[in-house]
């Protein structure tokens, strides 16, 4: 599959995108991609919009070295060049489109909206750094340790030290990348990954948890990251008797949604996608997914959001278990 790519990106521009406010493995997949086409002889840019508000991602940037240029920095791309999407999908709410259309895409998450793509690669793995490992070594490449431990990471964080969505790819890679992995640098990003100011978020999410049956919700009334934000949604799954949980945090271009489901029969991608349609986008995988309320839709949740957003879900649920 690489070699198809490879051929695709020969003498021209290389942006490798990811989605807005990248997380760990949406980063760890563009400088890994990156790192490997450079090895091939390809210059390739990685790009996002929206900011490194996740202290991991910053974490990572000055750990590993990564260069990544925010999208409003490259201007108008060149007529010819090449957009391949890593960590999500054209169409999706969460990437904004450059003034070249995407025309390539490496991916894990399921397919929510169908897109024409010169080049895709889309697996059920547990992680999009997973899948640009299985190049480096399809190449015959060796990632330097740095990188390695980079994907590694990657990997680690989406699928929560291996205990969520795991693959046996991403078993076998994890053996692969952890032979050539710096040690000192996963140290050094697997510690320390909250701050003291993050237990505000915390507080003002168990101020606001209300269940109903065995879902859980809480509105996060102070400002946090997205990866805050999934932080707290996975810590209320872990509570006893909640099967579900959905935790959503206002901010000024949105509704952020972070919801994980731990039932085999609730899948959490369908689920956000189907209660939000219409008011913005969302999806993810079975277990956990992400979704947001645009601007132009916050009228529409009246005065009481709170209610209106737990019944759409709530709905949503319901309308999932009577299809099944």
Do not use: W
């Not at 990106?9 to 290389?14: E, G, K, L, N, T």
């Amino acid at each position: 599959m690489f070699d198809t790519l490879l051929a695709l990106c020969r003498d021209r521009p290389v942006y490798v995108q990811t989605h807005n406010f990248p997380d760990p493995d949406a980063l760890a997949s563009a400088h890994g991609l990156c790192r490997l086409l450079e090895a091939s002889g390809i210059k390739a840019i990685a790009c996002y919009d929206g900011q490194l508000d996740k202290r991991a991602g910053r974490k990572m940037v000055e750990v590993f070295g990564i260069k990544a240029v925010p999208v409003h920095e490259l201007g108008s791309l060149e007529a010819d060049a090449f957009v391949l999407c890593v960590d999500s999908q054209k169409g999706n709410g969460n990437i904004t489109p450059l003034s070249v259309g995407i025309q390539a895409c490496i991916d894990h998450h399921p397919i929510f909206v169908a897109s024409d793509y010169v080049y895709q690669d889309i697996r059920t793995v547990g992680a999009c750094a997973t899948l640009v490992a299985s190049y480096f070594r399809e190449a015959g490449v060796s990632p330097d340790a740095s990188t390695a431990a980079c994907l590694l990471f990657g990997i680690q964080n989406d699928t929560r030290q291996f205990s969520r969505g795991v693959s046996s790819l991403d078993i076998d890679m994890f053996g692969y990348l952890n032979r050539l992995s710096n040690a000192a640098e996963l140290r050094a990003l697997t510690s320390s990954t909250m701050a003291f100011s993050d237990l505000k978020a915390y507080v003002s999410a168990i101020d606001t948890f209300r269940v109903y049956a065995d879902v859980g919700f809480s509105e996060v009334e102070y400002p946090c990251s997205d990866d805050l934000i999934a932080m707290i949604s996975d810590f209320f799954l872990s509570l006893d008797g909640i099967n579900l949980s959905v935790v959503f945090n206002r901010r000024a271009d949105g509704i952020k949604f972070s919801v994980r489901s731990k039932q085999d029969t609730v899948d959490a991608g369908k689920l956000t996608d189907l209660a939000l349609r219409g008011l913005g986008s969302g999806g993810g995988h079975s277990y956990m997914a992400g979704g947001v309320i645009t601007t132009e839709h916050e009228s529409e949740l009246g005065v009481y959001p709170d209610e209106i957003i737990r019944d759409l879900f709530l709905d949503a649920l319901q309308r999932l278990r009577c299809d099944r």
